[in-house]
């Protein structure tokens, strides 16, 4: 007996248009995104739901050696690839220890570390701006690279730790009554498995390090060594009147898609790497 | 299976003697003793994150607290010379910032707080429907997934720039309220710009983590409260949203921290220097950009403080848990 008096077949359709809301809401936004990067510059504020012609001048414009932007990509793919594999490595080991050691004050320092993530970037953006001016960091990648290891290193920490607390302890023990040290035990049969929760934590640190914009925005100010975002938040027309809106929504797609194919791809893995801490 | 190979007149004593352990540990889900040698390989492992984050993180904040004590160089007011080091000025930068330039500064602090209020109370709600309407869905799963995982891959800066030209004069957000509204000047609809993209951005998010809690809550709860003639609405006071409550909470801390120190959309969105949108973080990068080092560590300073001050109230008041207490399984 149900509560209410609603017939099913109402609220199958009901359910089915909250689903399409849903959908819809999350989409739409980047549908217009791609649409209108793919309108040609003199019908770009048509407002149609689909472009009368389809074109691939935007593209093309934002491509053109001139507008650096192949280099920006490069950039952001050196500072997020190198910060990503940094974080990794310090943090698989930080995670193992929390998840499979005893050691006192560990729901301290774990509560420590997490916590860091949460802490205004700006307030060490500010005092290491100062301290990397006077080292001549400006314009480098370590100037990127260091500062958001403040960021990834504890989520990267905070998602392998629940990955490892998932796996059952007896895999370990029983390599180690099978004579294996620790270090081993860790090397043979724990990272191995553990593999796919690394590679998870690995796409949403990268994800993370790709979408940073504060410390890349002051970090640098020319425009070879700006990251995608800097790059395309400072797209200017040739005129100051001009907006290229066209252009920066192909900038925009070309920033994403690769972000959207690989969530895509593992998408059940990351809703499953970005709710293990939340679900306890 | 971890009694199964060898015959029993092979057991060596400490190899069964840990066997029985590892099965007792299993069987009772407890942590086992610390051991000495434990703790010496623990501090062996956690010892690099946190040297890193000593560095990029505790050393900064000192520098900080310390730079907000010194002020810019420049010509010497008392002596007329060019200084070229930092003057030690004590806490003029702070109480510049409550006096002088503290229009700005409070303008800046009621932006933050206000964006962080409404953008976190409607991702809440959003998050909580779409989490509801989700958790219901036994079809198109896959595809509700994904697609909610697209606002979350964007990254900020493109969501500002995307929404700049949704919000443009002659945009799709006029065409569609048949307004001619200009979203991106000062004003108020300058904050709605930032809150409605912002909560586009993340309310899918807190969705998801919504979810994940739903999907631990048995079904035979809602089949007793359904005999005992609860209704729907009842259901969810009594059942639902106690039993998501810690998820939901650590969800809405994490939001809460990361639009205290909201920067990029805005930025974007709107532009610097904006007086309706102005935040705290973009506050304190503009003046370091403008090389005012010295205000800019006591704005960053004062943000500190308050993000650690609401952090500490949601631990004290919420009882908000970061760390999971038990080892736990999660769903699949």
């Not at chain 1, 930080?94 to 570390?113: D, G, N, P, Q, S």
């Not at chain 2, 069987?27 to 956690?46: C, D, H, I, N, Q």
């Not at chain 2, 036994?138 to 697209?150: D, F, K, M, P, T």
């Not at chain 2, 805005?266 to 309706?276: E, W």
Request: with cysteine; glycine share 6%.
């Amino acid at each position: 007996m149900t509560s209410t008096t609603v017939h099913p077949a109402v609220r199958r359709a009901l359910l089915w248009l909250g689903v399409a809301a849903v959908v819809a809401y999350c989409l739409a936004p980047f549908y217009w995104m791609l649409v209108s990067s793919l309108r040609r510059t003199s019908d770009i504020f048509d407002n149609s739901l689909f472009p009368s012609r389809i074109s691939f001048e935007n593209y093309r414009a934002v491509l053109d050696p001139s507008q650096e932007f192949g280099r920006a990509l490069l950039n952001s793919l050196v500072v997020a690839g190198i910060t990503t594999v940094c974080a990794l490595l310090l943090a698989t080991f930080t995670a193992y220890a929390m998840a499979r050691l005893e050691f006192r004050c560990k729901r301290f320092v774990l509560t420590l570390i997490i916590a860091t993530s949460m802490f205004p970037v700006v307030s060490i953006v500010v005092p290491l701006l100062k301290m990397f001016v006077g080292f001549g960091w400006i314009n480098t990648y370590q100037a990127m690279i260091v500062p958001s290891m403040s960021f990834t290193l504890p989520l990267a920490v905070w998602n392998l730790t629940a990955f490892f607390r998932q796996m059952p302890d007896e895999l370990e023990h029983a390599a180690m009554i099978d004579g294996c040290t620790r270090g081993q035990a860790f090397r043979k049969v724990i990272i191995p498995l553990a593999a796919p929760g690394i590679f998870t934590t690995a796409i949403i640190t990268f994800i993370a390090a790709w979408n940073e914009f504060l410390i890349a925005l002051s970090m640098t100010n020319k425009p070879d060594i700006q990251t995608a975002p800097v790059a395309i938040s400072k797209f200017a027309g040739a005129t100051r009147f001009e907006t290229p809106f066209g252009s920066q929504m192909a900038a925009g797609v070309l920033v994403t898609v690769p972000l959207v194919v690989v969530v895509l791809l593992f998408q059940r893995r990351i809703v499953a790497g970005l709710t293990a801490g939340a679900a306890k | 299976m971890l009694t199964t190979h060898n015959p029993p007149d092979s057991l060596d004593r400490p190899e069964a003697k840990s066997r029985a352990d590892a099965a007792r540990r299993a069987f009772s889900g407890r942590p086992r003793k610390a051991t000495s040698g434990e703790g010496g390989l623990a501090a062996l492992l956690v010892s690099p994150t946190l040297l890193v984050l000593a560095i990029v993180v505790l050393y900064p904040t000192i520098v900080a607290l310390k730079d907000s004590f010194y002020g810019t160089p420049g010509l010497d007011p008392k002596t007329g010379f060019v200084r070229d080091h930092d003057p030690f000025v004590g806490l003029d930068n702070y109480t510049g910032i409550f006096g002088a330039a503290g229009d700005r500064f409070w303008n800046a602090f009621w932006n933050t707080t206000f964006l962080t209020v409404t953008t976190v109370a409607l991702e809440t709600v959003l998050g909580v429907a779409m989490a509801l309407i989700m958790h219901r869905a036994l079809r198109g799963r896959a595809v509700v997934r994904a697609s909610i995982l697209v606002p979350w891959a964007i990254p900020t800066a493109v969501t500002g720039l995307l929404w700049r030209w949704i919000f443009n004069s002659d945009g799709v957000a006029n065409t569609l309220i048949g307004r001619q509204i200009l979203w991106t000047t000062e004003g108020f609809h300058a904050k709605a710009a930032v809150i409605i993209a912002d909560v586009w951005k993340t309310a899918p998010f807190i969705g998801l983590l919504v979810l994940a809690g739903l999907q631990v809550i048995s079904k035979e709860v809602y089949e007793a409260a359904r005999m005992d003639g609860a209704g729907v609405l009842r259901q969810f006071w009594s059942i639902t949203l106690p039993l998501v409550k810690p998820a939901l909470l650590v969800a809405v801390l994490f939001r809460t921290l990361d639009a205290l120190r909201m920067f990029d959309l805005p930025y974007i969105l709107i532009g610097a220097q904006k007086t309706s949108v102005e935040t705290l973080s973009m506050l304190a990068q503009d003046q370091a950009a403008n090389v005012r080092f010295g205000p800019a560590a006591a704005y960053a300073v004062i943000l500190f403080v308050y993000v650690f001050l609401i952090a500490l109230a949601f631990v004290r008041l919420l009882g908000t848990d970061l760390v999971p207490r038990r080892r736990t399984e999660v769903p699949a």
